[in-house]
């Protein structure tokens, strides 16, 4: 059984991400019952890798705000803990950052994504001591959702990085995916 679990989040990436739902309050007053819809949604993402000789834990906590049905704002701020032992010398280090991203609902399952994130990464090889340096990202890509219980989505959503910044830690062309499933908070 412990065979499988590692074998399972070796090749997953489990999330778990809250999507633009709608949320609703239900006033009663003596006379009538008022539904207002509230424009706030939060969430997060929490990510896992794993294999022989490396181990990686992210977690992403966002906020986000809904101007329109449609178009929605956010923030979100990320923290990563990798433990590297590849190397001659285990390395253990910290990453960390934020991002800003809207979202504009095309039809009630699919929404375009833009974001801009600045990640600052620590660079530790068996060669250098670790540096330091904060990497820019213009993400652009699309979504889908789909509603599979009364607050549980299935979603899956691809990224592109169209600044291509030559520090960046990921290859070029190289699309960010995320999949998984999403419960409303």
Do not use: C
Request: charged content about 20%; proline content about 5%.
């Amino acid at each position: 059984m412990k065979k499988i679990l590692i074998v399972l989040v070796m090749f997953s990436f489990a999330t778990l991400f809250a999507q633009e739902q709608d949320s609703t309050a239900v006033y009663r007053t003596p006379n009538s019952v008022k539904t207002v819809k509230r424009p706030v949604y939060y969430g997060g993402g929490i990510g896992v890798s794993l294999t022989n000789r490396y181990f990686a834990i992210s977690l992403r906590p966002m906020l986000g705000y809904k101007l329109t049905p449609k178009l929605s704002l956010g923030v979100e701020v990320m923290y990563e803990y990798i433990s590297d032992s590849r190397y001659s010398k285990t390395y253990n280090y910290s990453n960390y950052g934020g991002s800003v991203f809207t979202r504009f609902r095309v039809i009630p399952s699919l929404y375009l994504h833009a974001e801009y994130a600045m990640y600052n990464y620590e660079y530790r090889t068996q060669y250098n001591g670790g540096e330091r340096e904060w990497i820019p990202f213009l993400l652009l890509g699309a979504g889908y959702s789909k509603r599979v219980g009364r607050n549980t989505y299935m979603y899956a959503q691809v990224l592109w990085d169209v600044l291509q910044d030559d520090r960046s830690p990921y290859k070029p062309g190289e699309p960010w995916v995320t999949f998984g499933i999403s419960s409303g908070f």
